[in-house]
């Protein structure tokens, strides 16, 4: 994601990398996960994964607030109860159709995986088609206090909807990564956290008060963080910075850096996307998960 303070183009987009787009209907979102976002025009077609639905329950729920409805999309095996529980968080794009595909992936494992659209206040990422607009009139805008309590309400939700209360995990790909740092030095139960090329530092706000940097002493959560070398968004330095401060604050967190990755090299839908390093990354966001009982 690109410095809310700075506009510019999204460095973590490859523009010039050759794609197959899809045609225009697969980009008009309008359940959650029922398209790819306009912003990501053309997607690369030809590389994109797709997980089918076949023995799980899968698709848009409603998560009651205090303050209205969350949507979410749910996946999980049919008829599952007491099933380990993950929340994923996306990056700014929303819900679109590859995170409703992590979450299917994800149910495939024997998880519930919800993921809910924490932008719904301030607009539909989805449906905008230029990353600065979506930074500077949907993220900007959303607190981080909002999403604390969205999550809250979105693992409330779970365990009460097949999930077990006692196996908690968070995970998130890029603005999503650095709420998964934060979120897990809010919520002590949760059991493990996975943070994906999310930013460690940047500018204070209002809205963003503390970053990843910050709240490293606070982590109730063992986190892994999985990072790009070659992420043109997050120095390396910053990276370093967060691993001597994890390992003074406990130790139980760890970061792993793919040293010829780029910034979002899990996201199969864009020309950042890294096989090898995405398969490995997951194998390790499931290994962690049940190393730390989820």
């Known amino acids: 994601m690109a410095n809310l303070g700075k506009p510019s183009v999204d460095p973590h987009f490859d523009s010039l990398a050759p794609a197959i787009p899809f045609s225009r209907r697969d980009f008009v979102a309008t359940l959650l996960g029922s398209g790819f976002a306009l912003a990501v025009q053309p997607v690369m077609a030809q590389q994109v994964i797709k997980t089918d639905s076949a023995g799980l329950l899968a698709g848009e729920v409603k998560i009651p607030l205090k303050d209205g409805e969350l949507l979410a999309y749910r996946s999980m095996p049919a008829g599952g109860k007491k099933l380990p529980v993950v929340v994923v968080i996306s990056e700014i794009f929303g819900v679109h159709e590859h995170i409703a595909d992590l979450t299917r992936r994800l149910a495939k494992q024997g998880y519930l995986a919800i993921a809910p659209e924490l932008f719904s206040r301030q607009g539909d990422p989805r449906k905008r088609d230029n990353f600065q607009q979506i930074i500077g009139e949907i993220i900007a805008k959303v607190p981080d206090a909002q999403v604390i309590a969205d999550l809250d309400a979105s693992l409330a939700w779970a365990q009460a909807n097949g999930g077990d209360a006692s196996r908690l995990a968070v995970t998130g790909f890029c603005w999503g990564g650095r709420q998964t740092w934060m979120y897990c030095a809010h919520n002590p139960k949760v059991s493990a956290g996975v943070a994906w090329y999310g930013r460690i530092a940047d500018a204070v706000t209002p809205n963003q008060p503390r970053h990843p940097l910050d709240i490293a002493a606070d982590l109730k959560v063992p986190v892994l963080g999985l990072y790009g070398g070659q992420d043109q968004g997050i120095p390396l330095a910053s990276i370093e910075d967060m691993r001597t401060a994890l390992a003074k604050a406990h130790?139980?967190?760890?970061?792993?850096?793919?040293?010829?990755?780029?910034?979002?090299?899990?996201?199969?839908?864009?020309?950042?996307?890294?096989?090898?390093?995405?398969?490995?990354?997951?194998r390790r966001m499931l290994a962690w998960f049940k190393a730390n009982g989820v």
């Open 251 to 282: 130790g139980k967190s760890q970061i792993h850096v793919y040293p010829d990755a780029p910034h979002a090299f899990n996201a199969d839908y864009r020309p950042s996307y890294r096989k090898s390093e995405a398969e490995d990354g997951w």
